[in-house]
């Protein structure tokens, strides 16, 4: 069984632009988290979708927002970005129902010149 | 605020010897996972805990849920260089809450 695969695994910005993330889950899967991991705030939630609707947000800015497809493929989107959003951007896949743990991704590397 | 805390945060030991890592929450959970996370990879699932009290073992590691499902601990037995890597505690309630980590180095 594929695992969850992100892409791309690093990309370089500049302060300002915009970036969008994509994660396509494990199959069969229909919950989709999105979670920032930096040295200084360890793993941060950003938010979940399950059947393509946002079923959980965690505590950032609107800057940052994300979608769902109908495959359950997901994409995360940061408009202009700041230097503090360098971090390891981690995806995790479950079944979406209770006690189903999720499985991740290996990221995708942003980092903001 | 972070809902789960983890200790120690760092622990380098020797080859051989027993640590212990613990998760500790005033949160109730419905279940609790343990992963393990090496540099420029993300997180790997190493067990999920559901029953209060429950003790599971996964060859020379045991992880155990607390009574109250608002704590965990993880043993390791006879580390050794391969279990290095950063331990990562998650509790599920509305969403998953992971815990502040703890990076272990066992040096041979």
């Known amino acids: 069984k594929a695992g969850v695969t992100q892409t791309p695994r690093y990309l370089i910005k500049t302060r300002g632009q915009q970036v969008t993330l994509s994660c396509s889950p494990i199959s069969g899967h229909r919950s989709v988290s999105w979670y920032q991991q930096t040295p200084g705030q360890g793993l941060q939630f950003l938010f979940e979708?399950?059947?393509?609707?946002?079923?959980n947000k965690g505590n950032f800015p609107g800057r940052f927002s994300g979608r769902q497809f109908s495959n359950s493929r997901s994409e995360m989107n940061v408009s202009t970005l700041e230097l503090g959003d360098s971090a390891l951007y981690l995806c995790a896949s479950s079944p979406g129902t209770r006690n189903q743990p999720q499985h991740f991704g290996d990221g995708t590397r942003l980092s903001i010149l | 605020t972070q809902l789960l805390e983890q200790s120690p945060q760092f622990l380098s030991i020797q080859e051989g010897e027993n640590l212990t890592v613990y998760c500790n929450s005033s949160s109730v959970f419905s279940s609790l996972q343990w992963y393990r996370q090496e540099p420029g990879e993300g997180p790997v699932l190493l067990v999920t805990?559901?029953?209060?009290?429950e003790v599971k073992k996964l060859k020379r590691l045991t992880f155990q849920f607390g009574d109250a499902r608002k704590d965990s601990s993880l043993h390791i037995t006879a580390a050794q260089p391969g279990d290095t890597g950063l331990y990562l505690c998650a509790g599920e309630g509305n969403q998953f809450y992971f815990g502040t980590g703890t990076s272990l180095t066992v040096i041979p």
């Open positions: 979708y399950f059947s393509e609707t946002q079923r």
């Open positions: 805990v559901v029953t209060g009290g």
